[in-house]
């Protein structure tokens, strides 16, 4: 059973630019979970998805980002005209059933993007 | 609101001997889960271990174990026998529980504790 995985592990950008970060949860996993690394701080939570539906985004930029977790497919944040302050490690986190045992998350390896 | 504080930025510990990284914690919620998470240099996320709010045993990971003090609001980490492996940046997170619409699991996380482990 493969873990969770994200693509790409690496995002280089210009200011200005887009960036699509994906994110494949562990099989069976209805629930995805963003959340932003900046360097030397702990994860910030973004948002919260179910497949084809946004149930918590409190922790999203209110411009520039936006995220969807399709019927088929990954997760997808993605990030507009982007800007240095962006650069920041992204990591998508799984779930299973949410209010079944310890609701445990199982995270991605992460995506770093560095906005030049 | 949830908020948790992990005071020590930084750490050094003696290969083979104990540590103990420092969590404190605020809620208003009854019901909650405590989590520790490893992140080494290359990056990712690693589960530690788990202790849930009404859960009256401190939960143990084998080398891993957490200090629970619920009255104090602290679930501190225990590492005991420190490997050169051990080095790298420990995470302590809050899970909200879910009900609602408001609350939906997400984690709340420290500003982390990187900790060195001395040959």
């Known amino acids: 059973n493969a873990g969770v995985m994200q693509n790409p592990r690496h995002l280089v950008r210009r200011r200005g630019q887009e960036a699509r970060l994906r994110c494949s949860p562990m099989?069976?996993?209805?629930?995805v979970y963003w959340y932003r690394q900046l360097p030397e701080e702990g994860l910030k939570f973004m948002v919260y998805l179910q497949k084809e539906n946004i149930i918590d985004e409190s922790g999203m930029p209110k411009e520039r980002f936006s995220a969807e977790f399709p019927k088929e497919g990954p997760s997808i944040l993605r990030i507009q005209q982007v800007v240095r302050g962006d650069s920041a490690a992204y990591f998508c986190?799984?779930?299973?059933?949410?209010?079944?045992?310890?609701?445990?998350?199982?995270f991605g390896p992460g995506t770093r993007l560095t906005v030049l | 609101a949830q908020k948790i504080t992990q005071t020590q930025p930084g750490m050094f510990v003696q290969e083979k001997e104990a540590v103990t990284l420092d969590c404190t914690y605020d809620t208003s919620d009854q019901s909650y889960g405590l989590f520790w998470y490893k992140q080494p240099s290359s990056g990712e996320m690693i589960f530690l271990i788990y202790?849930?709010?009404?859960?009256?045993q401190n939960a143990t990971e084998g080398r891993y174990s957490l200090n629970f003090q619920k009255a104090r609001k602290s679930a501190n980490l225990v590492i005991s026998a420190s490997q050169l492996g051990d080095s790298a940046m420990y995470f302590c997170?809050?899970?909200?529980?879910?009900?609602?619409?408001?609350?939906?699991?997400?984690?709340?996380f420290g500003q982390g504790t990187t900790l060195q482990v001395k040959p």
């Open positions: 997170a809050m899970r909200e529980p879910v009900y609602g619409s408001s609350n939906t699991g997400k984690l709340i």
């Open positions: 986190a799984s779930s299973p059933l949410l209010t079944s045992g310890r609701g445990l998350q199982f």
């Open positions: 202790q849930g709010s009404y859960d009256e």
């Open positions: 099989k069976g996993h209805s629930h």
